[in-house]
């Protein structure tokens, strides 16, 4: 299962480089299709569908992948839900726009929420690496994204979000700033969060937002941020 998995998106990469015409009339439906696999336990599978589904986001209408970037959002502030289907605890999560895909995985085969986290920020620094023109199109659904993972604990994903924002057209401080009601919006979401270590970067979401508006010291203990 796994192999015929990794063999699939390797085809899939393959078919967006190579047949890129034949395959755009298809790639919204296959878009929502490789979304499902995004969660696999595999970390293999889940990296590979990863690069598929930016390959095939280059030829997806930028309303399509901003579906996908808000699915990944939710994923990214619930992943402790089994794809958005169903939460612990009896309470009901966000909808997500996978509903039934072919890629999609069992319940019972979800990976946990660092896993999860991992794989959202991979597919954006993918679509951002991929898709650009995209990525820029959709950058009020996107910037809002990379600046919450723009401060996760650790520096690796902290420098990958970071790196997703450099890479697009504006640069980092000019996309916050273009996308910055979008931004607060989404901080704001993540401060009502359960789970203490995203309220965490939410609190620090907003300082940065603050301190690239000028209401903080521009020398200030997140200069770091801007380097």
Request: hydrophobic share 45%; with cysteine; aromatic share 4%.
């Given at each position: ?12 990469v393959f078919?967006a480089?190579q ?6 009339p298809?790639?919204p439906q296959?878009?929502?299709?490789l979304?499902g696999a995004?969660r696999d336990?595999s ?5 590979l569908?990863?690069?598929a589904t930016?390959?095939?986001a280059r ?7 901003e ?6 959002t939710n ?8 794809g958005?289907r169903?939460?612990r ?8 726009w996978l ?9 019972g085969?979800?990976r946990d ?5 991992a794989?959202?920020?991979a597919t954006?620094?993918?679509i951002v ?5 995209v990525?820029?199109?959709i950058?009020?659904?996107?910037v809002?994204?990379a600046?919450?993972?723009?401060h ?5 994903a902290?420098?990958q979000w970071?790196q997703?924002l450099d890479?697009?057209a504006?640069g980092?401080e000019?996309?916050v ?13 993540a ?5 203490w270590?995203?309220?965490k970067?939410?609190?620090?979401g907003?300082?940065?937002?603050a301190?690239l508006?000028?209401a903080?010291a521009?020398?200030g203990?997140l ?5």
């Amino acid at each position: 299962m796994l192999a015929a998995q990794a063999g699939t998106a390797r085809a899939v990469v393959f078919l967006a480089n190579q047949s890129a015409p034949l395959l755009a009339p298809h790639a919204p439906q296959l878009l929502q299709a490789l979304s499902g696999a995004l969660r696999d336990t595999s970390a293999t599978v889940a990296r590979l569908m990863s690069g598929a589904t930016a390959q095939v986001a280059r030829l997806c209408p930028p309303a399509t992948v901003e579906k996908l970037v808000a699915h990944l959002t939710n994923l990214y502030l619930n992943p402790d839900t089994d794809g958005g289907r169903g939460s612990r605890g009896g309470e009901s999560a966000p909808r997500p726009w996978l509903t039934n895909a072919a890629f999609s995985v069992s319940p019972g085969r979800t990976r946990d929420a660092d896993a999860t986290r991992a794989t959202v920020r991979a597919t954006c620094l993918d679509i951002v690496r991929h898709a650009p023109a995209v990525a820029n199109a959709i950058g009020g659904t996107l910037v809002p994204l990379a600046v919450l993972g723009a401060h996760e604990a650790t520096d690796e994903a902290a420098a990958q979000w970071r790196q997703a924002l450099d890479e697009l057209a504006h640069g980092r401080e000019r996309s916050v700033r273009t996308h910055l009601a979008a931004t607060l919006a989404l901080l704001q979401t993540a401060l009502a969060s359960p789970s203490w270590a995203l309220r965490k970067q939410a609190a620090l979401g907003l300082a940065t937002v603050a301190n690239l508006a000028g209401a903080c010291a521009r020398d200030g203990p997140l200069a770091a941020w801007r380097r």
